[in-house]
């Protein structure tokens, strides 16, 4: 079965370094959307992305966020000056029409 | 403002003993999904219901979206069944992205 999948599974930075989380969505889904969860705390969402540009996004994707589709297959998503409190797990997921499909995630600790 | 809730927060049942978790929205969704948020932290999709039933082995759902509610049923639980089950909706109005997280029901299945 498809599945979508992220790397690194782990990610440690310092504090004012940039990250590049990365994700392969399914191969025929055409929407793809990045969540972060705090570690203890719940889901939520911070962008989506169709058709080469962002569709939406949440008050938690400011300028420091940014995605990128670079080409046919991966999706990313560049968080340029870490904080403190950008650890958490980032999910990646992916969508053919309504139902979204999450990656294992990618867990990120900035120090 | 558009909620999930979910409940109990905490629910903690011997091995073969079942159980009903509940998710309540505070509007119409178009979208209603349940996961299960393993140990590891990985989010599995269970079921995509935003309204009838669906089962899956000892898993099933049930959504009366009039009354704006979801109930996941476990039957027969076993120890792999422990972690944090998610209700998601994505809200009639709402974008193509943006499913909006309940806080989870942490369940402990003890052998």
């Known amino acids: 079965e498809p599945e979508v999948t992220q790397t690194p599974s782990h990610q440690v930075t310092q504090m004012g370094q940039e990250v590049i989380l990365r994700c392969v969505p399914i191969s025929n889904h055409l929407y793809f959307y990045w969540y972060r969860q705090i570690l203890g705390q719940k889901v939520e969402f911070l962008v989506s992305f169709y058709n080469n540009e962002i569709s939406e996004k949440s008050e938690i994707f400011d300028d420091q966020f940014s995605v990128e589709r670079p080409d046919g297959s991966n999706f990313t998503l560049k968080i340029r000056s870490t904080k403190l409190e950008d650890s958490a797990m980032y999910f990646c997921a992916s969508s053919e029409a309504d139902t979204q499909y999450f990656g294992p995630g990618t867990r990120l600790t900035v120090l | 403002g558009i909620q999930v809730e979910q409940s109990p927060p905490d629910l903690i049942l011997q091995e073969g003993a079942n159980s009903t978790l509940r998710c309540n929205f505070s509007d119409s969704v178009n979208n209603l999904q349940w996961f299960h948020q393993n140990p590891w932290g990985q989010l599995i999709n269970l079921f995509y219901?935003?309204?009838g039933t669906k089962q899956n082995g000892r898993l099933s759902a049930t959504t009366v979206a009039t009354e704006r509610y979801s109930l996941l049923y476990i039957s027969s639980s076993q120890t792999t069944d422990s972690g944090v089950y998610f209700c998601?909706?994505?809200?009639?109005?709402?974008?193509?992205?943006?499913?909006?997280f309940g806080k989870g029901t942490k369940l402990s299945v003890k052998p």
């Open positions: 219901i935003p309204s």
């Open positions: 998601a909706a994505r809200f009639r109005g709402g974008s193509q992205g943006n499913l909006i």
